[in-house]
């Protein structure tokens, strides 16, 4: 008697599927990759979220101290100003220039420690050169504005020449603006700046 042979019976293919060495070693990368996206990817979103908190920190800061400056050095300017401003030939009134120099002599101490302040906090918060400008317009406002005048006003009020001090004080007054302009550039906080971004 001949053995008749037995059909061969389809394997199916899902079974020989999971049976190939290649798809156990897909499935053990499917895992692995499911078990470090759902460690790894929360991480990295974390970072990403501390480090743009972080940014918009130091932006926030930023926007408060070019406030902060701001206000300081043109109030301070803007005091000295009427002093020279009451002393000129087109403004000429002893009274207002007496009231003008009592501002700024009961303000401009407490304006000056503020400046020291915010140039000190410009140090950690904007570039050395423009800490270092920030310093170095204070220096020059003692020396060109501040001193001149108190010497002015102690030793001759009504009969300085005004003029030269006014024109003086209306240079600086201008390159505080300029200066203002350049840490707002910095600070990205000028039209121009944005515009760049």
């Keep these: 008697m001949t053995k008749v042979p037995t059909p061969q019976r389809k394997s199916n293919p899902l079974i020989r599927a999971i049976k190939s060495d290649g798809f156990i070693e897909k499935l053990l990368l499917l895992v692995l990759t499911a078990i470090l996206s759902g460690f790894f990817v929360p991480l990295i979103i974390k970072s990403i ?35 020279s401003w009451f002393g000129t030939a087109d403004a000429k009134n002893a009274d207002m220039q007496t009231r003008a120099f009592d501002r700024y002599t009961e303000r401009s101490v407490d304006l000056i420690v503020k400046w020291r302040v915010e140039a000190s906090r410009a140090q950690a918060l904007a570039s050395p050169e423009t800490a270092e400008k920030m310093q170095a317009f204070l220096d020059r406002f003692f020396t060109e504005q501040d001193m001149p005048t108190n010497r002015s006003w102690n030793h001759c009020p009504d009969r300085c020449d005004w003029e030269a001090q006014h024109k003086k004080n209306v240079k600086m007054l201008t390159e505080a603006n300029r200066l203002i302009l350049e840490i707002g550039s910095e600070f990205h906080l000028t039209a121009k700046s944005s515009e760049s971004r």
């Design 49 to 83: 979220d501390q480090s743009r908190e972080a940014r918009q920190a130091v932006a926030t800061a930023q926007a408060k101290l070019f406030d902060d400056i701001s206000d300081t050095i043109l109030t301070l300017e803007t005091l000295i100003l009427d002093v």
